[in-house]
């Protein structure tokens, strides 16, 4: 069984979910394999936010103000680059955080999907299709909003000199 700690979420995880087998807490499917911790899901992820300086309630609640959304708010970890949406409530035992991936969905019973990844893993999950591809598209708007507010603030500040960029 392969450990982790906030460090693993990156560019390969694609999903993390709750699981409880002894100590651990959270089962996290990467493009490398599964790995286990002993933090929750929701601890696991407010840790990567902390790694990039906030926090999941502070990046959930950029969400809910930016886009107006009061449930289930897709969050960014890394600006950028890292971005997640929930399946259920984050509350929920049977939420499954996933990340910003190519996805293909498959409803395989009322209110049960498959979400198949790129690199052709898969993870069933008890939400509809239709669920899944809001929230999907939820989480590429944020991702569109925020690159593009981090491009007019590299404007602004080129314009009003405040480029770090230029040459000493």
Same mark, same amino acid.
Do not use: G, T
């Given at each position: 069984m392969r450990k982790c700690d906030s460090f693993l979420i990156n560019r390969t995880v694609l999903a993390v979910k709750a699981f409880f087998m002894g100590d651990n807490k959270s089962e996290i499917l990467t493009t490398h394999g599964i790995y286990y911790s002993v933090l929750t899901p929701l601890d696991l992820l407010n840790k990567a936010c902390i790694n990039y300086y906030s926090t999941w309630q502070g990046r959930t609640n950029v969400a809910k103000n930016l886009l107006n959304?009061? =449930? =289930?708010?897709?969050?960014?970890?890394v600006p950028n680059e890292i971005g997640v949406f929930p399946t259920k409530s984050s509350d929920s035992p049977d939420c499954v955080f996933i990340f910003n991936h190519y996805?293909?969905?498959?409803e395989v019973a009322k209110g049960q999907s498959v979400i198949t990844f790129m690199p052709g893993i898969s993870i069933t999950v008890n939400v509809s299709k239709n669920t899944i591809l809001k929230q999907y598209q939820r989480l590429h708007t944020l991702m569109s909003v925020s690159n593009l507010r981090?491009?007019? =603030?590299?404007?602004?500040?080129?314009?009003n000199g405040f480029d770090d960029r230029k040459d000493n």
């Open positions: 959304y009061s =449930k =289930k708010p897709p969050f960014i970890i996805i293909s969905v498959e981090h491009q007019e =603030k590299e404007l602004y500040d080129r314009e």
